[in-house]
């Protein structure tokens, strides 16, 4: 059940234990405790027919289907039987055998007390079924928009599958045109990268270790196509590799660097990988150098800017900045 739901119906439950324990301390005061109990009962029970019998009841089965003609109708005989019932109950209880007050007999001050206070009541049900209404609205908007979310997720996440296969597919066409022996090779990373699309990137979160394996496998797969491998330093100092982690999140900061950070003529490109944990949050960085430092860089990053929005609103840390010729990339999450 929603949450929000089940602390509303607790607030009404404390109310009505407030209500009914101050209305038993003031009649108890005013009488012997056995009359001040039953009177309290009484009245309780009243209130909360009138009101529920008003929110449950009459304004759904007539109010919100537009009859307010039929409303007015039921709502008044309602009223009416409740007040004649009641009366008939203090008149048997109160006046004949524990008061013997005229009071709470069949007369026309009785009828205009129970009449005005069970009018109250009813009337609380209106805005009781008013709150109710509103509840549920937020519990319906927060449905849609998990659901929205999802979906923009699941999508986010698809956009990147394909681009990633579209750009290993194009390397491994590439190797196989000039028939080198590392197509075999690649084919069978490209396999096991396959394997993690299938398995793991359709799920809510994987461990952190699954996502290095894949990053590896990436790592692997592209120094294959390059003919001065790339320098790469991995600095993990993370020592639990297998808490969970939203799937799909380090890769994009590594293509980056494939993608804009290598340069096919020189043999000294190079990049450094960061990952580690502090206060249960995630650090991870990446730097490389760059040999075009516009704006279009890290354009190709505002998806992963994207995911970590949604998975983490306002609470995650991004960056991405060239300096000193090098090209820097950073984000931190919490993990735990």
Not at 48 to 53: I, P
Not at 250 to 273: C, Y
Not at 316 to 331: M, N, Q, R, T
Request: glycine share 2%; charged share 15%.
């Amino acid at each position: 059940m929603n949450q929000t739901r089940i602390n509303f119906r607790l607030i009404q439950v404390v109310l009505w234990m407030m209500v009914y324990t101050m209305l038993v301390l003031y009649f108890t005061q005013k009488n012997r405790w056995e009359i001040g109990f039953v009177t309290a009962n009484i009245f309780v029970i009243f209130f909360l027919v009138a009101v529920y019998g008003n929110a449950n009841y009459l304004i759904i089965k007539y109010f919100h289907r537009n009859k307010y003609w039929e409303y007015g109708v039921y709502s008044t005989a309602f009223l009416l039987v409740t007040v004649f019932l009641r009366m008939s109950i203090e008149d048997q209880l109160l006046n004949r055998v524990f008061i013997r007050h005229t009071f709470y007999g069949w007369n026309y001050t009785h009828f205009s007390f129970l009449l005005i206070t069970q009018f109250l009541a009813f009337l609380f049900g209106f805005l009781l079924r008013i709150s109710i209404d509103y509840v549920d609205l937020l519990h319906t908007q927060e449905i849609l928009k998990n659901k929205q979310l999802t979906s923009e997720l699941n999508l986010l996440k698809a956009q990147v599958q394909p681009h990633f296969l579209f750009n290993t597919l194009n390397n491994i066409y590439s190797l196989s045109v000039s028939h080198s022996p590392k197509t075999s090779e690649m084919i069978a990373k490209l396999s096991d990268m396959m394997r993690y699309f299938v398995d793991e990137a359709t799920k809510e979160k994987v461990p952190l270790e699954t996502e290095i394996k894949f990053l590896e496998n990436y790592i692997e797969l592209e120094q294959i196509r390059i003919l001065n491998p790339l320098k790469l330093t991995f600095v993990n100092t993370i020592a639990n590799r297998y808490f969970l982690i939203p799937p799909m999140l380090l890769i994009p900061f590594v293509e980056n660097v494939f993608k804009h950070g290598v340069n096919k003529t020189l043999k000294d490109n190079e990049a450094e990988i960061s990952l580690s944990l502090a206060n249960s949050i995630l650090h991870y960085t990446v730097k490389n150098k760059t040999f075009n430092q516009k704006a279009a860089t890290w354009r190709s990053l505002s998806n992963l800017q994207k995911r970590l929005a949604l998975l983490y609103p306002d609470n995650f840390g991004f960056e991405a900045y060239c300096k000193d010729g090098y090209f820097y990339a950073s984000l931190s999450f919490p993990v735990l």
